[in-house]
C-alpha cells in the first residue's frame, strides 16, 4: 500500500503495512496529513473505551470519561513530547518535530486501538462481575498491555530511523567501498624463526629445488666443480609473510618447543578471521544513545500519564458516591492499585 493513498481505517495501514509508515515518516512525506489521521481515530477510539469505563456508575460518567480518556493522553504526549525532541537532538540525531510526533502517534494509535477492541469484554465483565474493585483493576490491566504494544510500535520505528541514519551523527558512521562480498583484508605478520642452523634440504632427482629462507649469517653448504665443500655465509632474505592462527593452547610457548605437524611458531600472532559481513556505507557501528535515551523516555511517558490519570480521575466513578468531575488529590496511583489488589 503506497503511502501517498489514504486508507479509511489508519490502524489498518499501520498494522498490515507498518513498512511503509515508517519509510513515510523518514522521508517526512505528507506528515501533517498521517498525524491528523491518527488523532482523529485515536480520540474516538480512547472516547468510545472511555464511555465504557464511565458507565460503571451513570451514563453522566460514562460522558465525562469520554472526554477525559483522549484528554489525558493528549496532554502526557505535550508534556513529554518536548524532552523526547531535545533528546534526539543533544545526542546528534536529526529528526524534526514532525518525525518525533509521527512516531509517539503511531504508538497512541495502536494503544488506542487495541483498548477498544478490549471493550467488549471489558463490557462483558460489567454485566456479569459488578464488582468496582475488579473492574478497576481489570481495566488498568487492559490499558497497560494495550500500551506496552503501542510503546513496542514506538521502539521498532527508531530502530527503522536508525537503519536510515536518522539517530546517529555522521561522525560515528563508518564509510567503506560498498563491493558486496569483499573480504577485510588480513595483515600478514612475519614469522619468528628460530636462531641457529639450518641444514639445506637436499633437491630430489627430477624435481626443481625451492627456494628455502635461511636465517642471516647462518650456514650454508656449497659443493664446487671439483667435489669440495665449502661454506658461506647465507644473505638475510625476508620472511614469508603468511597469516595464521596458533590455537590458545600452544601460544606463549618457549623457543625449542616441539609442534605437532602443520602447527607454526609462535611468533605467528593470531588473526580475527573475516566474518563475512560487509559494512555499508552510512550503517552505525553501535547503538546511538537515542535509542539508549528513548527507553528512558518510556518511562518517564508511563510515570507522567499514570500521575496525570491519578489527577484527572475518576474515570470508573465509585458506586458509592455521588457524581463528580474531579476527585481531591490525595494519595497516589500506585498506592490504590496496590489497595485494590489487598482488597481482592
Avoid at 494503544?111 to 488498568?140: C, E, H, Q
Avoid at 523516555?297 to 500519564?305: A, S
Amino acid at each position: 500500500m503506497s503511502g501517498d493513498r489514504p486508507s479509511p481505517l489508519v490502524i489498518e495501514r499501520i498494522l498490515r503495512d507498518r513498512e511503509s509508515i515508517w519509510q513515510q515518516i523518514v522521508a517526512e512525506r505528507d506528515l501533517n496529513a498521517l498525524t491528523g489521521r491518527m488523532l482523529t481515530s485515536s480520540a474516538i477510539a480512547l472516547a468510545c473505551y472511555g464511555a465504557v469505563l464511565g458507565f460503571f456508575h451513570s451514563p453522566l460518567m460514562a460522558l465525562t470519561s469520554a472526554l477525559k480518556l483522549p484528554l489525558l493522553f493528549l496532554v502526557t504526549l505535550v508534556i513529554c513530547l518536548p524532552t523526547l525532541y531535545l533528546f534526539n537532538l543533544v545526542f546528534g540525531a536529526r529528526l524534526s518535530v514532525r518525525q518525533s510526533l509521527a512516531l509517539v502517534m503511531v504508538a497512541i494509535t495502536v494503544t488506542s486501538m487495541l483498548a477498544v477492541a478490549f471493550a467488549p469484554i471489558s463490557l462483558f465483565f460489567l454485566i456479569t462481575a459488578n464488582d468496582y474493585g475488579f473492574f478497576k483493576l481489570l481495566n488498568v490491566s487492559i490499558l497497560t498491555l494495550s500500551a506496552l504494544v503501542g510503546l513496542r510500535f514506538l521502539t521498532s520505528g527508531m530502530q527503522v530511523l536508525n537503519d536510515n541514519g536518522l539517530l546517529a551523527p555522521e561522525a560515528a558512521k563508518v564509510t567503506v567501498d560498498e563491493r558486496a562480498g569483499a573480504p577485510a583484508p588480513v595483515q600478514a605478520v612475519p614469522a619468528a624463526v628460530p636462531a641457529g642452523p639450518t641444514p639445506a634440504a637436499a633437491p630430489v632427482a627430477g624435481q626443481s629445488a625451492e627456494p628455502v629462507a635461511v636465517p642471516a649469517g647462518a650456514a650454508v653448504a656449497e659443493s664446487t666443480a671439483n667435489g669440495a665443500v665449502t661454506t658461506a655465509a647465507a644473505p638475510a632474505q625476508v620472511p614469508p609473510q603468511v597469516p595464521a592462527q596458533v590455537p590458545t593452547q600452544w601460544a606463549g610457548q618457549p623457543a625449542g618447543t616441539s609442534f605437532p605437524p602443520g602447527m607454526l611458531p609462535p611468533g605467528y600472532v593470531a588473526q580475527r578471521p573475516w566474518d563475512g559481513r560487509t559494512v555499508r556505507r552510512g550503517e552505525p557501528t553501535q547503538r546511538p544513545a537515542s535509542m539508549t535515551l528513548l527507553y528512558i523516555w518510556i518511562l518517564l511517558f508511563g510515570f507522567v500519564g499514570t500521575q496525570l490519570a491519578w489527577t484527572l480521575r475518576p474515570f470508573f466513578g465509585d458506586p458509592g458516591q455521588d457524581f463528580s468531575f474531579f476527585r481531591s488529590i490525595d494519595g497516589n496511583f500506585y498506592a490504590e492499585i496496590l489497595r485494590i489488589i489487598g482488597n481482592l
